[in-house]
Nanobody
Framework: QVQLVESGGGSVQAGGSLRLSCAAS????????MGWFRQAPGKQREGVAT???????AYTGSLKGRVTISKDNAKNSLYLQMNSLKPEDTAMYYC?????????????????WGQGTQVTVSS
């Protein structure tokens, strides 16, 4: 059974930083594409960053340039470093994993999802 457990969310002031973590079990982070998505109230889930099996990263949306995705194969974990946070970054952030080595932005492409971690940025 695959489990993805996010942590690291919280409340920060604008301009602050957070590092999100996603611990995987039943899934090996070195074997497929993984990504971070976010969903604000009343909005669709949107992609933030992905990392392929080979370690190639991609970013999209308003967080591009302010976030870095990485993974630690030894710890079987995925990370998202977020800097210069803005109030509009407030959302639930989700870790996702795919059985495919390539990455796509469509959430339906991902086979497994975590429960999410809340990020709240105040002005």
């Amino acid at each position: 059974q695959v489990q993805l457990v996010e942590s690291g969310g919280g409340s920060v002031q604008a301009g602050g930083s957070l590092r999100l973590s996603c611990a995987a079990s039943g899934y090996t982070v070195s074997n497929g594409c993984m990504g971070w998505f976010r969903q604000a109230p009343g909005k669709q889930r949107e992609g933030v960053a992905t990392i392929t099996k080979a370690g190639t990263t991609a970013y999209t949306g308003s967080l591009k340039g302010r976030v870095t995705i990485s993974k630690d194969n030894a710890k079987n974990s995925l990370y998202l470093q977020m800097n210069s946070l803005k109030p509009e970054d407030t959302a639930m952030y989700y870790c996702a994993a795919s059985n495919d080595r390539f990455c796509f932005w469509n959430p339906q492409y991902f086979n497994y999802w975590g429960q999410g971690t809340q990020v709240t940025v105040s002005s």
